[in-house]
């Protein structure tokens, strides 16, 4: 098996690597004092979750977990938001 048959995906081209990164009116940051705030979607260690985040200086002001309206990840399951089942092992 050489290296081309083990190449499923190419690396995307630059129109095509985006995030829409929507403005947070009345907020500032408490690291830098800059009002250029903004929310966006980002992969975490966590899973998906949505940043607040300071364009300047990039300190992160909150980390929230994703709603629905928020359509992210866009491939989302399901059961993405279902309570883990209480049953105990045993």
């Not at 009116?25 to 800059?34: A, L, M, V, Y």
């Not at 309206?69 to 309570?83: G, I, L």
Request: hydrophobic share 30%.
């Amino acid at each position: 098996m050489g290296i081309n048959d083990r190449m499923i995906f190419l690396t995307p081209g630059k129109d095509e690597m985006y995030v829409t990164k929507t403005p947070v009116e009345g907020r500032t940051c408490p690291e830098c004092g800059s009002d250029d705030i903004a929310r966006y979607p980002i992969g975490w260690v966590r899973g998906p979750r949505m940043v607040v985040k300071c364009q300047r200086c990039y300190h992160s002001l909150e980390v929230q977990r994703p709603a629905v309206e928020d359509n992210w990840p866009p491939f989302r399951a399901a059961t993405y938001d279902w309570d883990a089942s209480p049953a105990e092992g045993g």
